[in-house]
């Protein structure tokens, strides 16, 4: 009792941003390579180091702080990151002319967790994720125009219109999922298809929020998961809010790697592309060779607001979020690599024009798709398996019953 | 949309309101041969044999883990404790634990779970001890599974079977007694079957596990242990009935009674005093389906009888029998001589005491009473 009054004391005592990310930001990651260590060729691998601090464990080895990677991998990370956030700003413009209904979450500051899992994982893997999906989804191999296509509520959208923000989905990829929480025991499942089928070369990545993490079907989950040894990496993405409400107010212990308790767990810095990239491959690993379940807490940061209606300032300082955004996830990464002479100044620039013309393509094209038809037989499409659909299904009134 | 649906099979029903001759309420009633006293016609065919329905259930589940590799049976005590109402007895034995497994005491977890098989592409099976404690669980159920299909836009199926009894069940209080057909009957993108006989259980839960979309099957405690005859085809491990198809158990003349579950014996039962009492000859449709609903039968029936009544142990309010007197306003308001009427489970959460009980769910004598006053006799 004295040890944890004392913990809490301390935590509540510094400021969480000093405590999450203090010495964090130093370019450790150069000093152990020297310059010519980087080979000239795109193709050539070579090993770059992840900084020190990037990692807490829980009954866990930490991951090696090494990470062998090659130019082309580092420029795409960098593409990926940034394709994210132009689509996001798309996404965040069409909302402000009034184009997207509902929803739009945005995920501006945490594009290093999607890209980092996604580039640690393979398309075989199967990932599950929560309402926050644009960037994920695009990860996973859908194009900007259907997703942005989808939110606009477009017939060739990705869920042709059906689903919008939150619900879309790919081969391997079991969505965006609304209700909080609740896709976590979802997750366990598509690992427990994994096992049943003998499946030892995937495993499955399955993604939440700090808010979902006090959901009790989270910990069913995680109960299961031990309990019948499941292919599956929990990934609790930490954006420090819940919608409007810090991880202080809602959870009585903040270290989320923890809280699976005979899970062993890792923190990640999450807003270092290639920490989380690293801790992905060897979670993959670690899994894969029968260990069980992984509860990995990936700690980044939100820019906007929960969802684009939160202008995301009545619960957080100004100061705070300008304080974040020093540590941005795309600048974070240009910095590194313009240390180490992967990519230029000059070449970002040319990535960014590259990835912007297209985005904005992408979103023009989207913008002119047709909507859905207005007819009954596009309602009532899908409700059920073609083939298997009931005789009738009634719409408004009698007269709209559609057979 | 107007045209066309007057060559579909419920619209061909639907009155026309600008019709210059309104049909009359005495529509000509076809003669008829005296129903059959009793209504299980498929007793007396040759090879027949008895069943109860929980033999039925776990024939049904046995078949179909044999027939597909993806199948596998999921939920509390299903496996070493031989299933809590021993549905699934004998199942692990055959089987072995990777197809038929033990979960903790965990609804909203294991259903999770078994809607996530499913949507990577198992077909899991997944058993409630009751579907009272689905309600832990409902939002996987209605939010994980119903809706996923249309969400993504018809690339997400989902197949799996929940299934487990329901309803009414003897002196168990409010928490274990409520009826969940209206609940899962009203949410698009479930199928909802509701087993009365062994063959119903049989052939029902078989096509639920076929159907590729999520399917509720809800079954009744007090109906397991109740033998019923068993056709010859029955038995055979191709038996599957068609979802959305009601069966018609009890021919009759003057009144259409439209039951499901456990209430359609009591029904027939009461059916048969109406012919002891009174010579009334009543029709006794099992719907065999909640969601989809055979709306023609029953609006065919309602033609025939032009007397409507409607059987069941829910709570009255918002039940499956508002809907189906809704539909027989909608569809068949011309052909009713008398307002349809319901017979429910009364409002008021399950009292434990014994009298108190028998006055919260219909009776054999409710059931009478109130035909008898439908009928004016």
């Given at each position: 009792m004295t040890m944890l009054s004392y913990s809490l004391k301390v935590k509540t005592a510094l400021p969480w941003t000093r405590l999450c990310?203090?010495?964090?930001?130093?370019?450790?990651?150069?000093?152990?390579?020297?310059?010519?260590?980087?080979?000239?060729?795109?193709d050539q691998p070579f090993k770059v180091s992840i900084a020190e601090d990037s990692y807490e464990t829980y009954n866990l080895e930490p991951p090696p702080y090494t990470l062998e990677t090659t130019k082309r991998q580092l420029k795409q990370l960098y593409h990926d990151m940034f394709t994210i956030r132009r689509m996001e700003l798309a996404a965040d413009r069409f909302y402000k002319e009034g184009k997207i209904r509902g929803f739009c979450h945005l995920s501006i500051g945490q594009e290093a967790v999607t890209v980092g899992i996604e580039h640690g994982i393979s398309r075989e893997d199967k990932l599950i994720t929560a309402y926050r999906s644009h960037g994920t989804t695009l990860m996973r191999g859908a194009t900007v125009k259907s997703i942005l296509g989808e939110l606009l509520g477009r017939q060739e959208g990705i869920s042709h219109g059906r689903g919008g923000s939150i619900h879309m989905f790919r081969e391997n990829f079991f969505g965006g999922n609304g209700?909080?929480?609740?896709h976590v025991p979802v997750g366990a499942g598509i690992a427990f298809a994994q096992q049943y089928h003998g499946n030892r070369d995937t495993v499955t990545v399955d993604i939440f929020g700090d808010g979902a993490a006090n959901q009790g079907q989270v910990h069913e989950a995680f109960n299961m998961a031990k309990l019948w040894n499941l292919p599956i990496i929990f990934c609790c993405?930490?954006?420090?809010?819940?919608m409007g409400t810090s991880v202080e107010r809602s959870?009585?212990?903040?270290?989320y790697y923890k809280r699976g308790q005979y899970l062993p767990g890792l923190r990640i810095n999450g807003m270092d592309v290639l920490a989380v990239l690293a801790a992905m491959r060897y979670g993959k690993e670690f899994v894969q060779a029968g260990n069980g379940p992984l509860l990995y807490e990936y700690q980044t940061y939100r820019f906007?607001?929960?969802?684009?209606?939160?202008?995301?300032t009545t619960y957080r300082s100004r100061e705070e979020i300008q304080a974040e955004r020093r540590h941005d996830p795309l600048s974070v990464l240009q910095e590194q690599l313009a240390e180490w002479g992967v990519l230029s100044k000059e070449e970002v620039k040319a990535i960014e024009k590259d990835v912007r013309s297209k985005v904005d393509r992408e979103a023009e094209e989207a913008n002119h798709m047709p909507v859905p038809e207005p007819r009954l037989d596009v309602l009532f499409r899908?409700?059920?398996v073609p083939g298997s659909e009931p005789l009738q299904r009634r719409g408004r009134t009698i007269d709209e019953t559609y057979y | 949309m107007a045209a066309p649906r007057l060559f579909r099979p419920a619209a061909r029903l639907l009155?026309?309101?600008?019709?210059?001759t309104p049909l009359l309420p005495n529509f000509p009633r076809v003669a008829r041969a005296p129903?059959?006293?009793?209504?299980?016609?498929?007793?007396?065919?040759?090879g027949a044999k008895e069943v109860t329905v929980r033999d039925a259930l776990n024939e049904a589940l046995a078949e179909e883990l044999e027939g597909n590799e993806k199948t596998f049976v999921m939920g509390e005590e299903v496996a070493q404790y031989n299933g809590?109402?021993?549905?699934?007895?004998g199942l692990l034995d055959r089987f072995g634990p990777k197809r038929v497994i033990d979960t903790p005491i965990t609804e909203a977890g294991f259903t999770g779970l078994a809607v996530g098989a499913a949507l990577a592409g198992l077909h899991p099976i997944c058993e409630f001890m009751?579907?009272?404690?689905a309600m832990q669980s409902i939002d996987h159920i209605i939010?994980?599974?119903?809706?996923t299909h249309y969400m993504s836009g018809g690339i997400q199926p989902c197949n799996i079977t929940f299934r487990g009894p329901n309803g009414f069940a003897a002196g168990v209080a409010a928490q274990h007694s409520q009826d969940y057909s209206a609940w899962y009957g009203s949410i698009p993108g479930l199928k909802v079957v509701a087993p009365w006989s062994a063959e119903d259980a049989k052939g029902l839960l078989k096509a639920a596990i076929r159907d590729p979309n999520p399917v509720v099957v809800l079954e009744n405690e007090l109906l397991y242990g109740q033998a019923f005859p068993m056709s010859e085809a029955a038995q055979k491990n191709d038996f599957v009935l068609p979802i959305g198809k009601a069966k018609i158990e009890r021919q009759g003349k003057d009144l259409t009674i439209v039951s499901l579950s456990r209430c359609v014996g009591q029904s027939l039962n009461a059916a048969a005093q109406l012919k002891q009492k009174y010579g009334v000859e009543a029709e006794v449709i099992?719907?065999?389906?909640?969601?989809?609903?055979d709306v023609e039968t029953i609006i065919q029936s309602l033609k025939k009888t032009g007397r409507l009544m409607c059987v069941e142990s829910?709570?009255?309010?918002?039940g499956v029998a508002s809907e189906i007197l809704a539909l027989s306003m909608e569809y068949g308001f011309d052909y009713l001589t008398a307002p349809a009427v319901r017979v429910t489970?009364?409002?008021?959460?399950?009292?434990?005491a014994v009298g108190l009980e028998q006055m919260s769910f219909p009776q054999e004598d409710t059931i009478v009473n109130q035909a008898a006053k439908l009928l004016r006799l």
């Open positions: 990310y203090s010495g964090r930001r130093c370019m450790a990651h150069v000093a152990n390579i020297a310059a010519d260590d980087i080979p000239t060729g795109d209700i909080v929480g609740a993405e930490n954006n420090k809010y819940g959870s009585a212990m903040t270290e906007a607001g929960h969802s684009v209606s939160d202008p995301g899908d409700i059920y | 009155p026309s309101r600008l019709s210059s129903s059959i006293l009793c209504s299980r016609g498929y007793a007396s065919e040759a809590a109402y021993k549905v699934t007895r009751t579907f009272n404690f939010n994980s599974a119903a809706k099992n719907l065999r389906s909640v969601k989809p609903l829910g709570f009255p309010m918002f489970g009364a409002e008021v959460p399950t009292p434990y």
